[in-house]
């Protein structure tokens, strides 16, 4: 069956610094999506990549998509503690990556 | 979202009580489904459902059934629950397949803790 993992598994960083997170599959997705789970809460939907190499933003944030479509970034330009959380990658098939958390130093 | 209700939101049993988790949504979703997180594990899909009278097993479905009463309500229960279904159970639901469609509303979550 598919399965997605992601790189790294914890990450530390000091605000201000970028910070990336890795998504890979096993096997070509048609689509995969990022949610972000704050401490203590649930996983929330921000955003969704379908097209083959296809790049989105949201403010700080970027989302790439590979070109094989197997493999997927988010990068978070200027961390802000606000941006603290586990970030997930998750397949078509219903399959989630193991996420990466993200502890920002004020 | 508010939109998806879990009861309870923590629960604590012996080994070997039959326990059910319930989830209740009224965003008019078909799909709805159940996760279980563990530390480092991510979420790991037990069952889903496309709709009333189709239900699906999922990764990890050994140990648990589930019941879909009707297009808003789909619980979990654990038939003779173990330490090692301790965890953070999560339900979900997505309006249908394909596109914008697959996007999942998680529930709030309910942390179980099996003595």
């Known amino acids: 069956g598919q399965q997605v993992m992601q790189i790294p598994q914890y990450q530390h960083v000091q605000e201000g610094e970028d910070f990336t997170t890795y998504c890979n599959s096993s096997t070509t997705l048609s689509n995969i999506q990022w949610y972000k789970q704050r401490p203590g809460g649930h996983p929330v939907f921000l955003i969704q990549l379908v097209k083959s190499g296809e790049v989105k933003k949201q403010k700080r944030l970027t989302f790439q998509f590979g070109e094989a479509k197997k493999n997927s970034s988010l990068h978070i330009t200027a961390t802000q503690t606000t941006d603290v959380g586990t970030y997930f990658c998750a397949g078509s098939m219903l399959t989630f990556g193991g996420g990466t958390r993200l502890m920002v130093k004020p | 979202d508010a939109d998806v209700t879990q009861t309870p939101r923590n629960r604590i049993t012996k080994t070997g009580k039959r326990i059910m988790l319930e989830c209740s949504q009224t965003k008019g979703h078909d799909r709805m489904y159940w996760y279980r997180q563990d530390p480092g594990l991510g979420l790991r899909l037990i069952y889903y459902s496309f709709d009333v009278k189709d239900i699906n097993k999922g990764e990890i479905s050994d140990g648990y059934s589930v019941s879909r009463q009707a297009q808003a309500k789909f619980s979990l229960s654990l038939e003779s629950a173990i330490p090692n279904q301790t965890a953070l159970y999560f339900c979900?639901?997505?309006?249908?397949?394909?596109?914008?469609?697959?996007?999942?509303?998680f529930g709030p979550g309910t942390r179980l803790l099996v003595l």
């Open positions: 979900a639901t997505s309006p249908g397949w394909g596109g914008p469609r697959e996007t999942q509303y």
